[in-house]
């Protein structure tokens, strides 16, 4: 018997708490109390099974056990996504069905929170001694740019080895650079009134609407979905599309820039102005930077994608946002040079809004052969590499620790989607796989 099996002796007490949790609709959006009070449950029952708990500054905080010098960690957040439309069961409240359990958090993250706290408690049952402290991380704001653990790393130190458990199996070691930019400037476009599209720049636009100063009559070869209204001299474009996350924006079909590219196709670049010019001929299209020259890849992490997420453009004014996801061998001050540059050509500027450094821990790494070995022991296979374009925590964890699980490639968890949910078994078998990598993590 695999130590990781022990795992299995807390299922009914595992899915009780991850019942409270998902309960709790802990959003994470500005002035809501809710990410504090899931935070809160979480250090009140990792007290009551006899762990250490501290609460850094209702941000973020940690269980505990051990006393040794080597810090173990494992991270995980508790804050989640807003529920969205569309749901089949309630969001928030776990609901068992079909072999499966549904609700906001269960994949991402509550979950894996709710596992690594009972694998906590194995250790302490089970009296398992090591020079080592293993901590259990838990933040509030992982969702909305990770400021959780950036504070709570300014008090607490950063574990010797450590894993988060939010993404999928087997182990990513690899994310690319996160950066996202906005251009604004003056609307001088003798057309364009008015542009409204997108709600977040890291996914794909799914809709916009442009209004126009005159009727226009939509090209019949033109790619996208659009449909038009005039009224009182003024004319309304609205562009349909596909969402998709920015990390995959070629899975989606952007309604602002199929937009832009028909609007140029039908106007010159005087009448459109100077920021469709820019979208048209810097952007486009496309989602791998090309037109300013930025398409590249490596074989670890893969190609460069672009997404324009935004676009606001009023009577004066014209402002977009775009979200890049560069290979972990690109140059950043490179990019953002070359964005900048070619934003001045159109009387453009550009402002930084986030950058996330790329992480790259070596495939020789001591925290990629314990997951290896503890995915073996478990499962009698061994988990493949794998670069993503998304964001973790292991990001601040200074090439110390990966993600590693929870979601098997046999199940759709539906992430930041409606009915998100994972299989009961693949949550039990994540459960021991997590137990036996934090033992072998502790006691190595």
């Known amino acids: 018997m695999s130590f990781g099996e022990k795992i299995l002796e807390y299922k009914d007490d595992i899915l009780n708490d991850l019942a409270n949790l998902v309960a709790i609709d802990s959003v994470s959006v500005e002035g809501s109390?809710?990410?504090?009070?899931?935070?809160?449950?979480?250090?009140?029952?990792?007290?009551?099974?006899?762990?250490?708990?501290?609460?850094?500054?209702?941000?973020?905080?940690?269980?505990?056990?051990?006393?040794?010098?080597?810090?173990?960690?494992?991270?995980?957040?508790?804050?989640?996504?807003?529920?969205?439309?569309?749901?089949?069961?309630?969001?928030?409240?776990?609901?068992r069905k079909d072999g499966r359990l549904y609700g906001r958090g269960v994949a991402d993250d509550k979950g894996s929170a709710v596992v690594a706290m009972y694998c906590l408690k194995a250790l302490l049952d089970n009296g398992i001694n090591a020079d080592s402290t293993i901590r259990l991380i838990m933040g509030t704001t992982e969702e909305t740019g990770m400021t959780d653990v950036k504070h709570y790393f300014s008090k607490e130190q950063v574990p010797d080895i450590s894993f988060t458990p939010d993404s999928d199996y087997g182990i990513c070691n690899c994310e690319k650079g996160i950066l996202q930019i906005s251009v604004t400037?003056?609307?001088?476009?003798?057309i364009i009134k008015a542009a409204t599209g997108g709600s977040a720049v890291n996914a794909v636009p799914d809709s916009c609407t442009f209004t126009l100063n005159q009727e226009i009559t939509v090209p019949e070869n033109c790619c996208g979905n659009f449909t038009t209204e005039y009224k009182n001299g003024t004319a309304k474009l609205t562009s349909e599309g596909s969402a998709a996350h920015a990390m995959e924006p070629y899975k989606g079909f952007n309604s602002i820039t199929h937009a832009v590219n028909m609007l140029c196709s039908v106007y010159s670049g005087n009448e459109t102005g100077s920021m469709?010019?820019?979208?048209?001929?810097?952007?486009?299209?496309?989602?791998?930077?090309?037109?300013?020259?930025?398409?590249?890849?490596?074989?670890?992490?893969?190609?460069?994608?672009?997404?324009?997420?935004?676009?606001?453009?009023?009577?004066?004014n014209a402002a977009i946002k775009i979200d890049l996801r560069y290979p972990v061998s690109a140059h950043y001050d490179n990019i953002v040079e070359t964005i900048k540059n070619c934003a001045e050509k159109y009387g453009l500027n550009i402002n930084i809004d986030s950058h996330l450094a790329p992480l790259n821990v070596p495939a020789n790494s001591k925290i990629i052969a314990t997951l290896q070995q503890a995915y073996r022991e478990i499962t009698s296979e061994m988990p493949n590499l794998y670069s993503t374009g998304g964001g973790t925590y292991a990001r601040s964890l200074k090439n110390k620790g990966v993600a590693f699980g929870p979601v098997f490639s046999n199940d759709c968890s539906n992430m930041h989607k409606p009915d998100e949910s994972l299989n009961t078994e693949n949550f039990l078998l994540h459960a021991q796989i997590c137990l036996e990598a934090m033992y072998r993590m502790f006691t190595q």
């Not at 979480?42 to 099974?49: C, D, H, S, V, W």
């Not at 400037?185 to 003798?190: E, Q, T």
């Not at 001929?281 to 791998?288: M, P, R, W």
Request: aromatic share 4%; proline share 5%; charged share 20%.
């Open 185 to 190: 400037g003056k609307n001088d476009s003798k």
């Open 276 to 316: 469709l010019q820019f979208i048209n001929e810097c952007i486009g299209i496309k989602t791998d930077g090309s037109p300013m020259g930025l398409n590249q890849n490596d074989q670890q992490s893969g190609s460069l994608t672009m997404n324009l997420g935004v676009i606001n453009i009023d009577s004066e």
């Open 33 to 95: 109390e809710k990410p504090r009070q899931a935070l809160e449950y979480m250090l009140a029952r990792g007290t009551e099974m006899g762990l250490k708990a501290k609460n850094v500054d209702n941000i973020a905080g940690h269980l505990e056990y051990g006393t040794g010098k080597k810090l173990c960690g494992v991270l995980t957040h508790l804050d989640v996504v807003p529920a969205g439309k569309g749901w089949s069961v309630p969001p928030f409240a776990l609901t």
